[in-house]
């Protein structure tokens, strides 16, 4: 889905107030805790997460799922391992309704993903 929003309030204010919203509040604000220097805003319609114009994350509600979107996955290390049972593409990580996230390596797959992009490792696609 694709939201008309300004800033980050306002996208977060347009989200249905249901599994999708809690889903999305959760990854952001794992995203928050482990890199509270990132620049919060929009990009391409969604969330957005970077530092210095470097891009590290978007995130987005959709219609079934909700999505995170890093680059390319394999460049994490143990993104195979920490990501089990998660539908995902190349660079898009889609967790749906059943995902109990604090049951899935989600938290730690992030923090590798800010600490090899502050590394200056290029996770890029």
């Not at 680059?71 to 990501?83: H, P, Q, R, T, Y």
């Not at 995902?99 to 996770?123: H, S, W």
């Amino acid at each position: 889905m694709q939201y008309e929003a300004k800033n980050p309030q306002e996208y977060l204010e347009q989200l249905e107030d249901d599994w999708r919203k809690e889903k999305l509040m959760t990854i952001r604000q794992y995203i928050l805790d482990h890199a509270p220097d990132l620049e919060e805003g929009i990009e391409y319609k969604m969330l957005s997460y970077s530092k210095d114009s470097s891009s590290f994350f978007h995130l987005n509600a959709q219609k079934g799922y909700v999505s995170l979107y890093v680059g390319s996955i394999d460049k994490i290390v143990d993104a195979e391992e920490l990501l089990e049972g998660f539908n995902r593409g190349k660079g898009c990580i889609r967790v749906k309704k059943s995902v109990i996230l604090k049951e899935t390596g989600l938290e730690t797959f992030v923090k590798r993903a800010i600490e090899a992009k502050l590394a200056g490792k290029d996770i890029s696609c």
